[in-house]
């Protein structure tokens, strides 16, 4: 156990490396930690999915990426957390990233810096590993203490009830059957995935082995589990796919993917799957649960929404991601292909020039040679202040298409652009796009 010690801490604490042995108190801890009904009725299905992560092949998490702080006087584990590496990408092109999750203290443990002393080791992983940026879903504003902004979309949907249900005309048949995935439909999902994802700015890039795992790699109970469905014509061609998790979120069965192929029409599928998932809701409840109704959890827009649009009266709101980059001129470095198409396509096409975007404690020298970008870091002095700034992580949020230039202005005096080249050079750069996808779990 030794090797795996990380670090002693006060009062006989110590902080180490997870092994594939603290499975089941690690499952318990967090079973307990996670549960919303207290820690005296655990979540199985949390339980479920820390089980699987340390007992279960995984294509990107080993056990040793969870981990822990022991009190050496019980045995007990006491504060916990792990570190999930994916890849996503930005317009299209990849970039790793570092998913910290399952972070938890117990309250008697609490106020002593165990979790910025275990967010300060993955950190330090995730550097290692060349993952440029850092991710993390969880309770509003408690991630801000660690260098994060909530600055992606998380979540949305749209939801009916029964009287939603899109009915058949009497003596009319179902026109699109579905039927449950294969592992021989995946090269179909993956390609139809990524198709259907430009339409975000951000995604979760899967190579084949994780679309592997997402089809039949997790244990029934897990809380990240999907079931995959595709659909076909009545003479068998596939069409789409979409997916489920296996239980009601709340009261309504709910597809959280829905892909078609291109020139199928969301008009003609949408209302088989809103009949699907309301057909299924009373098999996926629990005991003295019902399905009141059925939903797409699809982000802030998506195709089917608009197909539906009366269909689906309920809205649940989009919530966010939080987000880190810890050197942004290296992010933007390894964006700039991204960046310069922009810039062709924008009216500073072929631009010569500098710009310094200020952050206040830190900054960006961006320099453009006949279409060409190049980043610096750049540091503001008090009587060079730059031709833009953003206070705090603010840039951030234009950076992934969260906010535009003229919303983060409004929200902050302190942000500013001092001149048309600036602000034209940043609205084209970086224009607002939303994003939805699913992460690595």
């Not at 275990?118 to 660690?146: C, D, K, M, N």
């Not at 294969?182 to 139809?192: G, R």
Request: net charge negative.
């Amino acid at each position: 156990m030794n090797q795996n010690i990380l670090k002693t801490l006060p009062d006989g604490l110590v902080l180490r490396r997870a092994t594939a042995e603290d499975a089941a108190a690690l499952t318990d801890f967090n079973a307990r930690i996670h549960s919303e009904a207290g820690p005296e009725k655990p979540d199985e299905r949390i339980g479920a999915w820390v089980h699987d992560l340390l007992t279960r092949p995984h294509p990107t998490f080993q056990p040793g990426d969870f981990t822990l702080v022991e009190d050496t006087n019980t045995g007990q584990i006491v504060s916990s957390l792990n570190h999930i590496s994916q890849t996503w990408s930005y317009a299209g092109l990849p970039f790793k990233v570092g998913r910290p999750e399952l972070v938890g203290t117990l309250p008697e443990y609490r106020n002593r810096g165990l979790v910025r002393q275990q967010f300060e080791i993955i950190h330090q992983w995730s550097a290692e590993r060349g993952e440029l940026v850092q991710a993390i879903t969880g309770i509003p504003w408690y991630y801000r203490q660690f260098g994060y902004e909530m600055t992606v979309n998380l979540g949305g949907a749209r939801a009916g009830y029964e009287a939603q249900v899109p009915k058949l005309k009497e003596g009319e048949s179902e026109p699109f059957n579905i039927r449950p995935a294969t592992e021989d439909d995946l090269a179909f999902i993956a390609e139809l995935s990524r198709v259907g994802h430009q339409r975000d700015l951000l995604d979760c890039v899967r190579d084949e082995a994780m679309w592997r795992y997402e089809l039949n790699g997790r244990s029934e109970k897990n809380v990240n589990r999907r079931v995959y469905c595709l659909i076909e014509s009545t003479g068998g061609e596939r069409v789409g796919y979409f997916s489920h998790p296996p239980m009601l979120w709340g009261d309504h069965a709910v597809a959280t993917d829905f892909e078609l192929r291109r020139g199928v029409s969301w008009l003609a599928v949408t209302p088989s799957v809103c009949r699907y998932l309301w057909g299924i809701g009373s098999t996926l409840a629990e005991p003295e649960k019902k399905c009141v109704g059925f939903g797409l959890a699809l982000g802030e827009s998506h195709p089917a929404y608009r197909a539906a649009q009366t269909r689906l009266p309920k809205e649940w709101e989009v919530y966010g991601w939080y987000m880190r980059v810890p050197d942004v001129p290296a992010f933007l470095r390894h964006i700039t292909p991204v960046l310069e198409q922009r810039l062709a396509d924008s009216i500073a096409a072929g631009h010569n020039g500098e710009l310094k975007v200020s952050f206040y404690k830190s900054g960006v020298l961006m320099k453009f040679s006949a279409g060409r970008l190049t980043f610096e870091p750049w540091q503001p002095q008090p009587r060079e202040g730059g031709e833009a700034a953003f206070p705090n992580l603010t840039f951030l949020h234009l950076l992934f298409g969260y906010r535009t230039l003229t919303e983060l202005r409004h929200l902050y005096p302190d942000c500013w652009a001092n001149s048309d080249e600036a602000r034209v050079l940043l609205e084209a750069l970086f224009p607002k796009q939303p994003s939805h996808f699913w992460p690595v779990n």
